[in-house]
């Protein structure tokens, strides 16, 4: 018993002086220590990762926007540079192609046409026939002759 009364005395010694009242003898309070002061906290800038993609994605749009604005430019130079050459080409050819007078044919020597040197086309039957595969040889040496024998005939009998 006197163990738990000798520990609760100890106790009450470690109690926070707040907790304690004020002592009997005086009206006062004593002196009790004031709590740290912390400082006002700082707050920390916060780094959202859509935010870190959004500046990121303006950034490609800029860059995209300015290889296209580059892109259009040397398209349009591209162009006024071939409408300039195409006008120059006209200009040129213009005056390149000045009328001038033909030379006159010879009319003291009258044309007489004369016979060609080379030999007639013979004309040949088209084949509409399309048999079996074996049967395609004896017609095509068929038609051949026919138009071959047809075309003999004709010239033999045309008269010069």
Known sequence: MKKIQRLVAEEEKLRIPIAQ?????????????????KKNTIPID??????????????????????????????????????ME????IKRLRKELIPKAQPMPYFDRPF???????QLTVPREPRFCILQ?????????????????????FYKNRVL
């Open 21 to 37: 009242g004020l002592p009997w003898t005086t009206n006062e309070p004593r002196c009790l220590i004031k709590p740290h002061v």
């Open 86 to 89: 195409e006008e120059e080409e």
């Open 46 to 83: 916060l780094k959202l990762r859509s935010d870190i993609r959004a500046m990121e994605r303006a950034r490609f749009a800029h860059r995209v926007a300015e290889k296209l604005s580059l892109i259009k430019r040397y398209k349009m130079e591209r162009e006024r540079q071939q409408k």
């Open 112 to 118: 007489v046409p004369r016979r060609s040197v080379k």
């Open 133 to 153: 595969h074996k049967t395609i040889r004896y017609c095509r040496m068929s038609c051949n002759d026919m138009s071959r024998l047809e075309a003999e005939a």
